[in-house]
């Protein structure tokens, strides 16, 4: 894989090897919590359904902004929907800032958006365990990036030092596409009214199990949203996208309370299994997804032979600042987890063992 291949990599099923069929597929690579929204959100998307003949109403859009403004405590002028958290980053690459910086270990899309808009981007690598300790921005630099929690290491930043790097001419981006299952009082979106450079990224791809829907949305000052969304095309979103996002945010609070009690208790229960089969833990992680180190000494052949059984995992050498020793799981229940150590003490045995023969 080239440099740009390996940024682009997202561990989907196609890109696993394991084509479109997932029948039989314990997925710990995809961070996709369920294989599809909770059923009140899905009955809420086919009531709409028949009325797909007209174009996205301006009332259902303006309406989810306005949903998504008093979930945040912002005024709707400081919120942009989007196509999936994603599509951000590359409005964002589109204001053409000189000096990016991108903090790895992370998500890679705002490296790949910038670099495809002709940007000259720089990297602030961080050490394990992957915190911020006293490292900075470069005073020069006009954008900033960074997850909070950061994927794939689930490390959850301090936001008072995020809240930190804004200042005049810079902005500062902060990707929170976990934070609704992590602590929401550690959220910055509510502060960009008080920041003119800070723009929040959130997604409910992930919680609400909307990745094939693509559902999002930035929030920053109303300036900069105007300056955000004045090359997008006419209706950039879809009605269904529109009513998810007014659904989720309308009616989801118990939902996601349900769903980040769920991820805490199966977190900690997964990461004592791991522990107890041999894997490393890297990292404390806030979100719903583990950085581990697998026992053995070729991580990699163990991952092909697991994707070989249907058994996927987030390869991390595609992170900057990581290598293949290391995984990312996503968080999941206990029987996943005993198929995933059961496989993995497996291959370890029989590579012993022909070592062995050798």
Known sequence: MTEDDLLRYHGDLAGAGVGGDVDGVVDFAVNVRAPGPPEWLAAELRSEIAGLGAYPPEAVVDSARQVVAEHHGVDPGCVL??????????????????????????????????????????????????????????????????????????????????????????????????????????????????HPGLVVLRSLTKTFSLAGLRCGYLLASPDLVRRLAARRP???????????????????????AEERRTVERQRTDMEQKLRAAGFTVRTRSWAPYLLVTPPGDDPERTRSALAARGILVRRCDTFPGLDDTYWRLAVRGAREVATLVEAVAGHTVNNAEERGRQ
Do not use: K, Y
């Open 81 to 194: 929907l989007l196509s999936g958290a994603a599509e951000g980053f590359s409005l964002i690459a589109g204001l053409g800032t000189r000096n990016p910086v991108v903090v790895h270990p992370g998500f890679t899309e705002p490296e790949v958006a910038l670099r495809a808009a002709g940007a000259p981007v720089r990297r602030m690598i961080l050490d394990a365990p992957f915190t911020l300790g006293g490292g900075t921005p470069p005073d020069e630099a006009d954008l900033v990036v960074i997850g909070n929690p950061t994927n794939p290491t689930g490390v959850l930043h301090p936001a008072e030092v995020i809240r930190g790097w804004c200042r005049p001419g810079r902005i500062t981006v902060v990707d929170e596409a976990f934070m609704d299952l992590t602590d929401e009082t550690r959220s910055l979106a509510g502060e960009v009214p008080r």
């Open 234 to 256: 006419h209706w950039p979103l879809g009605t269904l996208q529109a009513v998810a996002i007014r659904a989720a945010l309308r009616d989801g609070a118990e939902f996601v």
